[in-house]
């Protein structure tokens, strides 16, 4: 009884109130420092089901852990064995190929640029301003990817990380869930389970998505003859994570190198074509399959959280961009179903009527 | 032997008591042992101490507890503000089973009664449960029915006995 007579008390909030406030100074005077360990939490998330499904059959946490990296890290040598092998082919050939690419582009572009201003003599005048504007772009390309090989240390420090969140977050999420106050904790566990259950799905479902999107997109472009099928079916693997970019990315890479290849505007409608039947193949028959449990977000949203995630934090921005909205999403449910059941703003209908008797 | 004994450490004997006790449970008993494992993924757990309110009459119910180890009291508010225990549940029973079908009020007040472990079960791990594994989820399903079923028929030969004119 002890715990109910204190619970009235606001004074218990304090310390708890106090410990949240050093806590977010410490998230925002460290917040450069934090990106490694946000996505080494989101890596140890997708696998934590993994490590689950043995976990839960008698194995413990520590060695399946160790045994999954292990497995991960042969099969990565493996896999990085062959692939650079049989990309290196295609590699060569693109280096070998490059400077008549290039010439090739050099004619479109100067043959493309005066039928334009031909056409449209304004467009001469602003050739100037555009190619000033370009050409620093285009200059600076170089330097940005330069730019981004310090995150190449993330490889070997997010495995790292991820690694000792799987082998200790179990103890902190016990600890915390038996520290918080009893009647609090049927609440808390019912939103952590909501949102653990849509992101997850969501989650799974997208990485199945971009796995499928390589498979096909590796097929089709093979069998169409494009050169370089590998590196642009991986490419649209990885693009495919962030929704509808795989698709833009695919046909615009896609129709680039088809026109290059072959020279003519038909191979470059077979491209497109074949992009549309992947995106009405994923709409209509892979959707509705694999992401049939996760958060339903309209298109249009989905295109705002982009934005606002590019906006916010750059490219991880646009990486976290969906994960979050689903988790916003879903708290937004979850306060709506609050207030019409805590509060009974809008009571729910009785399933039956209540006057038949139980017979 | 050094090398027997690593394998030995493999295994989490924790897991297989789990899921021993779980088949002793009147809601999964009917679940084939190598099923369970399913179940076991869609509980979670916590320790309660003496004394602790689990939850309160009126509030919305949202799980199903299990009791693994210990005892809860369950009590019911009484017209001039007290209240009056009506039942205990003890290890390898369950209570709050209408949190999986609905989401309305409590009908009782439960506390624990000594320190306890306990599985909580939640309407949506369920839901996926029923969904994903039917095999499962028509046999928690049918269980679930038997045990309102029997616990209403229980209810009304309580009131027909005129036990609730002098208790409540």
Redesign the interface.
Known sequence: ????HR?GKYSQYVLPALVLVVFLYLVVITRHSLLPFIISAAFAYILNPLV?YF???????I?VISAIYIVAFVLILLLGYVFVNFLSDQFVAFHKNWPAYVEKLKVLGQSLNAKLTGRFPFLAQLQPEIQQKIVPVMTAVPQYVLGTLPALSFLFLIPFISFFMLAGGGAIV?FT??HIP??K???V??IL??ID?SLGNYLRGMLTEAFMLFVIAFTGLSAMGLNYAAVLAIIIGISGLVPYLGAFVGVVVASIVAYVQFGTLMSVMKVVLFFCAIRFFDDWFMQPYIMK?AVELNPALIVFALMAGWEVAGFWGIVFSIPVTCILKELLLISI??QE??FLWKP?PQ?TRMSIP?T | MKFLSFFK????ED??KKTDFLRETKIFDKIPGRKL??V??AL?????VK??????EG?????LFIVQSGRIDLYKNMPDGGRKKIASVNPGEFFGEMALL???PRTTTA??GEDTHVF?L?K??LD?LL?SKPDIGVIISTRLAKIISAR??GM?DYLESGERKNDF
């Open positions: 009884m002890i715990s109910e619970s689950n976990t839960e059959r008698g194995f413990r946490r060695y016990t869930l038996n009893a009647g904790t049927e609440i566990l019912h389970a909501r259950v449990r179903e609050i059941t805590e729910k399933p139980y | 450490n493999i295994i989490d897991v297989k494992v399913h076991l993924g979670r757990e916590r320790d309660y004394d602790e309110v689990i939850f309160s509030e919305i119910g949202r799980a609905e989401e309305r506390i624990v909580l939640f949506i791990k996926i969904y209403l028929r009304i």
